[in-house]
């Protein structure tokens, strides 16, 4: 059974930086993407950062240049590197891999439990 378990949320004042991590256990036999997602009360969750297999990276318009998304696929561990947080990146910030397990057909995709992220101004 595949499972995500987020670190690294937290309070941090306007302009500082917090480090998100997302470290999966279970057998994945192969990752098409790893990503991070935030929701807020009231609001779909939204893609933050994805970065594909090829390194192909996309970001949301709100965060480019301040977030930054790595990943290190041996550890299927996939960061998030947030720099000068505003208030409104307040919520909950949700890891996710789509991929597959073995002997599975088609896609899947698996997240965590989230972490909160709290700006304040």
């Known amino acids: 059974q595949v499972q995500l378990v987020e670190s690294g949320g937290g309070l941090v004042q306007a302009g500082g930086s917090l480090r998100l991590s997302c470290v999966a256990s279970?057998?994945?036999?192969?990752?098409?993407?790893l990503g991070w997602y935030r929701q807020t009360p009231g609001k779909q969750r939204e893609l933050v950062a994805r970065?594909?297999?090829?390194?192909?990276?996309n970001y949301a318009d709100s965060v480019k240049g301040r977030f930054t998304i790595s990943r290190d696929n041996g550890k299927k561990t996939v960061y998030l590197q947030m720099n000068s947080l505003k208030p409104q990146d307040t919520a909950v910030y949700y890891c996710?891999?789509?991929?597959?397990?073995?002997?599975?057909?088609?896609?899947?995709?698996?997240w965590g439990q989230g972490t909160q992220v709290t700006v304040s101004s």
């Open positions: 996710n891999i789509e991929g597959r397990e073995p002997g599975v057909v088609g896609n899947q995709y698996f």
């Open positions: 279970g057998s994945i036999d192969v990752i098409y993407a």
């Open positions: 970065v594909a297999s090829s390194g192909t990276t």
